[in-house]
């Protein structure tokens, strides 16, 4: 998995909840983050799987494309697939323009691993 679009949905998060930089995000932040993807897209990421995402947990295995399309979905995207194909093109606009920002936290409660 290229590292650099991983880096890109990275920000993308960042901007789209208006918490700041993601390497400062605490346990509570992903738990609600867990729970804003799930009331947007209605399919449910743990914390923890976020958390091995962004990298805070070892984990040495790829995310699913489950995993991957429900993350784009939450930026706007309809899969992974469209995401690497959009934020690639030559010319492409920021990958973020036009995408809705969170107007607040969401008090979204902890969900299970799929």
Not at 21 to 28: A, E, T, V
Not at 48 to 77: A, C, D, M
């Amino acid at each position: 998995m290229d590292q650099g679009l991983i880096r890109q949905v990275k920000r993308l998060f960042e901007e789209k909840t208006g918490w700041g930089d993601s390497d400062l995000w605490s346990n509570q932040d992903f738990l609600e983050l867990s729970g804003m993807i799930l009331d947007q897209t209605g399919i449910a990421l743990s914390h923890v799987t976020l958390k091995r995402i962004w990298g805070k947990v070892r984990y040495e295995s790829l995310p699913h494309t489950r995993t991957l399309n429900t993350i784009v979905q939450f930026l706007g995207y309809r899969s992974w697939r469209e995401f690497c194909v959009k934020t690639s093109e030559p010319g492409a606009k920021d990958a973020s323009e036009g995408r809705n920002s969170v107007a607040g936290r969401s008090s979204g409660a902890a969900v299970a691993s799929p």
